[in-house]
């Protein structure tokens, strides 16, 4: 793009930019293959016809934005099917393109989310080879549209507490469905309401009189013609919500609804024709979707901090305001020190967190390769890292997000800033697929026995091995430098994990059973799984980026380093307190720490709009008054208020019917 | 209330209960009668006629939403109208009244918001008495209807940037405003777009050639009788916001609109027919207001923790979740230690923030008093402390309000909770009237003063006298009482002060100039500025409280005490690292301070529900599914989430319009 019409100020700052944007755009995508694929999709489901509203969703009713909503999804799910058949290749649906793209053209969630993310998959991963190949093609080419129902209204976190109960009968050999209580009723999964017309649905399965637990089966819920809800189904909307104002999350209740037999997705466990129960071989199995998806949060909300930080960053460098200097202008507002405090954190976990998605996604992959091979024995470490960085990414991503839309101040407020639909999404990512506190203690669980191990000095694996340093004593000391950092940060990690564990004990000795000692020290366990993942994200960072350091320019390399180094220095600075206790920083050390970070961001404040661009976000999926590539802020933000539907006339028909006869009635 | 229908958990919690609950509900409005007139103003309007939505707002459209949002507020504003005259008093239109009662009713803020919360006062405030008796009865009596436009498109925080103009021209002896650049369009004030056809614009004054800053004018921007905009007024509606979604915020601009001269408001600078201007004699009379809407932000935080506090802690005592014990039922989610430590410090904090509320109002009052006899001396203090307090409070209130959210998981998600709404309208406070940063600037310039005097031994005012103790080392040693907290939380505010004016004379003779050193030193000053108030906070809570004590009944001090210890707990917890570096306080006291912290947890555990029954919010100002004084909390789920308009039609249009056709075609 050119400089013509972009906003004077952020053609200077483009033009102090240090590195090379296209090589940083290249890294951020995986490979310059991907930039293009990514661009390609881009372009095509953008250049669609009317897909762009003319009036912005904001301003209709609930109702008429679901409607819109799917009218702009089939048209994209049209090309994109298009486009995966010449490309015999299925990328195009994945559901991180999928939710990247949407943001184009829906602002938020689509109602068929769902179905790439979690039907597809899930037929994928626990439906019989006969089951794949009946249903998967139909669910490909959205022959038949699907959702995952498991959360209840009275269920989420509790599994094994679900009450939706399906109960064989032998004699039809059919499953009877059943919703025996109001909170059984199914109530969340996305697009469940009006748009599918099948669903997974976990229950409780119930097979010779005898309660087996939940399993997965496949339901048809609507008439595939007329779209009615068959007839033993209870199916609808459950209401407006934060964010995913057009994901159609639904509720769905059974009176002896029955399916086939064959309906129960059988790749693990199965029920014979007369009813028995043939057990799956390793439970350990279902891990592996559930670890995925907390791997794909990961990446998204690093995903969605860097539109959060590009729309900050380049309103900061077009706003000006105050005036320090009697004989100056209005500074930037990016020029003060402050500004730069909460954004270029933003800047700088976006990558953290993509570096670490990254680490997480090979870790995973490497598991799974090996469960092929039958070894199992990686899996609870990799459960563990997997629960405490889909907590502390999804929450880390939700302030930094709010900081940014703050950082804009009134402007951020306004819904065509585009920061606070971003808050909607990244929020809700803090609560579902496992709720930040409850992942938190799943982390705890392994790390309190880890501890055990290393006392025990049992081996170590290797997330945990810092442990055995801590109790031995042989912890490097600390030094104002990035590896310095990761070991304080491991150091306090092990204190706070040796401390909660002493406080179980304290609490058992006081005469509590194991769990209520547990939770009388849950809030030491969740700040010692917090300060866990910590140093894991330090380290994580930190190491790529010096292994990356060789195979990218120099230039490139350093602003990196510039932001990893950022990224330990803010959060020593922000857990000094903890690195007093559990390290051996000393107050000088902090001091030294306070000022390195006001160093680093003078040095990255030449590159933020660089930096920002280089995450290469479309204004078209940006979507933002306020984060253009064209700084045409105030223009933008007139020109978006002009579309109210409100402003189209001069007087609102509110006037005379209710404030005239008002004041009217007052003069009398 | 009877127990009939109420959730048998609540039942017992209401049980447990060990104060009067009536006793704290008076403590907590200020006394038996004011409880009595709120109750009566509240039966009021929530007993007119068709008041309350049949389809639930968030349903409609942005047009819609509006219109019906002046329907509702005009049959209210009618209501406390009579009830104002028949008690010759205008105290139901008092601006926090007024904003309680609108949540029952509108759930957000009403159009007219602003028409008494800041039209209204400013002519009060800063009219003559001629131009007061002209225009405040209209302004009571609502024949007009009028707002305050001061922010502009393009300046907020920096007041003397504002662009508006208003020149004097005295051939006609008229004003002649304009909007010079896209920049300078009036920007947000509530009511402006489509409802108030009066207000108040600040701008530029400019006579005799010169410009003499910016002034207030009183301005008719639309036709009493048609409502039409004047001609040379362009006014409309911004669009769309995280909160505040029927406010009604506007834009407003000026082409040659002439205004007669009696329209600038003139109680203190005036221009003469001749155009001759003369100055006010104190610039620091318009102080005054600022100082009052920021203590009203503290008492409203103070107020909407509360109701998300109400919500969260009954939704936490009926909902189980989990099995930590095979045996034993799914526990209330209450009784896991985590939940307690993310709900009981909101119980706090809405306590802290309602007495530091009414210290902070006497103080004013106080100051304003001495005012009156001349004394000007206090005022810097009191805007100091009113700087940070708005800044501190209204950020706490926000991230409070968020975690009572989090803390309901999923369901905390659907507006249906109220909880999104209450954020939006917390959230917004952080920025208006004031923003976070520039406060705890504002704040930090004086702490920077009252440092300098200290070291030079001048006498020091009350809240920052503990700067004297810190220099000549006389400050009471680290010890685990209230006291000793509060001691150490001044050390730390000292420290910081002490640290940041070193750090800006660091930067000062490496070469910067003092504005230069200043915002290069901003990131600690603004530390240092919170470490104050949150001595203040501690402090006046602490001191309050204990004053408290011999008015009140033993047990409720018990469970007032027991609030205040847990509120400075959770902060010495949190505020650990500095404390280590700045204070007294060893490992051992942080340790000892941990396990005080979940004690008091435990403490008020069986009082949790009465206290928040103590905040006394009727379930239809609560306006919640989940906060509901009965506890029936899914059936309420399922009930709002029926009145859907897309739950209307088991199928919606869209299938049959995009859906159908696009399979049909798949299928080719």
Redesign the interface.
């Known amino acids: 793009m050119g400089d013509k019409g972009v906003n004077p100020d952020l053609v200077k700052e483009r033009q102090k930019c240090t590195f090379n944007i296209q090589e940083l755009v290249h890294l951020i995508d995986g490979g310059e293959q991907a930039t293009r694929d990514r661009k390609e999709v881009e372009e095509l489901v953008l250049a669609i016809k009317d897909i762009r509203d003319k009036v912005?969703e904001?301003?209709?009713?609930?109702?008429?934005r679901?409607?819109n909503a799917?009218?702009k999804t089939?048209m994209m799910?049209?090309v994109l099917?298009d486009h995966a058949l010449k490309h015999s290749s299925f990328d195009a649906y994945k559901p991180s393109n999928m939710y990247r793209i949407q943001s184009g053209i829906i602002k938020d969630i689509s109602p068929f989310m769902l179905h790439m993310g979690m039907f597809v998959p899930t037929i994928f991963g626990q439906a019989s080879p006969e089951q794949m190949s009946e249903w998967l093609p139909k669910a490909l080419?959205?022959?038949i549209?699907g959702t995952y129902a498991q959360?209840e209204?009275?269920?989420?976190?509790?599994l094994?507490?679900l009450e939706t109960t399906a109960t064989y009968d032998p004699n039809t050999e059919e499953f009877v469905l059943n919703s025996p209580t109001?909170?059984s009723?199914k109530?969340?999964p996305g697009g469940l309401?009006?748009?599918a017309n099948h669903c997974i649905v976990v229950a409780q399965l119930y097979t010779k009189g005898q309660c087996y637990g939940v399993h997965p089966f496949f339901v048809q819920i609507r008439d595939l013609d007329?779209?009615?809800?068959l007839p033993g189904v209870k199916v609808?909307?459950?209401?407006?919500?934060?964010?995913?104002q057009t994901a159609n999350n639904g509720?769905l209740g059974f009176q002896n609804f029955r399916i086939p037999r064959n309906c129960m997705l059988m790749k693990n466990s199965q029920v014979l024709k007369d009813g028995t129960y043939v057990k799956s071989k390793s439970e350990k199995l279902t891990y592996g979707t559930m670890v995925l998806i907390r791997v794909m949060i990961v990446a998204d909300a690093a995903y969605e901090i860097g539109r959060a930080a590009t729309i900050a960053v380049r309103y900061s460098a077009v706003?000006?305001?105050?005036?320090?200097?009697a004989d100056q202008p209005?500074p930037q507002i990016i020029?003060?020190?402050?500004?730069q405090?909460k954004l270029f954190i933003a800047i700088a976990t976006s990558h953290a967190f993509r570096t670490t998605g990254t680490w997480l996604w090979d870790t995973y992959s490497k598991v799974v390769a090996d469960l092929g091979k039958g070894k199992l024995d990686q899996l609870p470490e990799l459960h563990a890292i997997a629960c405490c960085l889909k907590a502390v990414c999804s929450r880390d991503a939700s302030s930094i997000v709010?900081q940014c839309?703050?950082a804009c101040?009134?402007h951020?407020?306004?819904?065509?800033s585009n920061l606070?639909t971003i808050?909607g999404l990244v929020?809700?990512t803090?609560?579902?697929e496992g709720?930040?506190?409850v992942m938190m203690?799943q982390t705890a669980r392994y790390l309190v026995k880890a501890w055990k191990q290393a006392v025990d000095g049992t081996a170590m694996t290797p997330t945990v091995a810092y442990l055995v340093n801590y109790i031995n004593n042989t912890n490097r000391k600390w030094d104002n430098t990035p590896e310095g950092i990761i070991t304080g940060f491991q150091a306090v990690a092990a204190g706070k994990i040796k401390?909660a564990y002493e406080s179980i004990q304290r609490h058992q000795k006081a005469g509590n059973?194991y769990?209520d000692a547990?939770?009388?020290a849950?809030?030491?366990l969740?700040n010692a799984s917090e300060a866990h993942c910590r140093a894991i994200l330090c380290n994580v960072f930190w190491t790529e980026v010096q292994r990356l350091s060789s195979s990218i320019s120099a230039p490139l390399a350093q602003v990196l380093r510039q932001l990893a180094e950022l990224y330990l220095t803010y959060w020593t600075l922000e857990?000094?307190?903890?690195?007093?206790?559990y390290s051996s920083i000393s107050?000088n050390d902090?001091?030294w720490q306070?000022q390195r970070?006001?160093q680093l961001l003078a040095l990255i404040r030449p590159n933020a709009v660089g930096l920002v661009d280089s995450f290469d976000v479309r204004d078209e999926i940006l979507n933002s008054t306020l984060g253009a590539y064209d700084g045409r802020v105030?223009?933008r933000?007139?020109e978006?208020?002009?579309?109210?539907?409100?402003?189209a006339e001069?007087?609102?028909?509110?006037?005379?019917?209710?404030?005239?006869p008002?004041?009217e009635?007052?003069?009398l």
């Not at 209204?153 to 509790?158: D, P, S």
């Not at 909307?237 to 995913?244: D, T």
């Not at 857990?575 to 206790?581: E, N, S």
């Not at 001069?650 to 005239?660: A, Q, T």
Request: avoid cysteine.
């Open positions: 912005p904001e301003y209709l009713s609930h109702k008429e679901y409607e799917v009218r089939v799910v049209e099917k080419s959205l022959q549209v959360t209204l009275g269920h989420g976190t509790f094994r507490g109001i909170t009723y109530w969340w309401a009006h748009t007329t779209h009615m809800p609808g909307e459950i209401g407006p919500k934060l964010g995913f509720f706003r000006h305001q105050s005036k320090p200097k209005e020029d003060y020190v402050t500004q405090h709010e839309r703050l101040g009134g951020g407020f306004m819904l065509s606070p808050y929020t809700a803090v609560t579902y709720e930040f506190t203690l401390e059973d769990e547990w939770n009388l849950s809030v030491q969740v857990k000094r307190g903890d690195l007093l206790v107050k902090v001091a306070q970070y006001e105030y223009e933000l007139f978006e208020a002009m579309k109210s539907p409100l402003n001069p007087v609102n028909s509110s006037f005379h019917k209710y404030i005239k008002f004041v009635k007052s003069k």
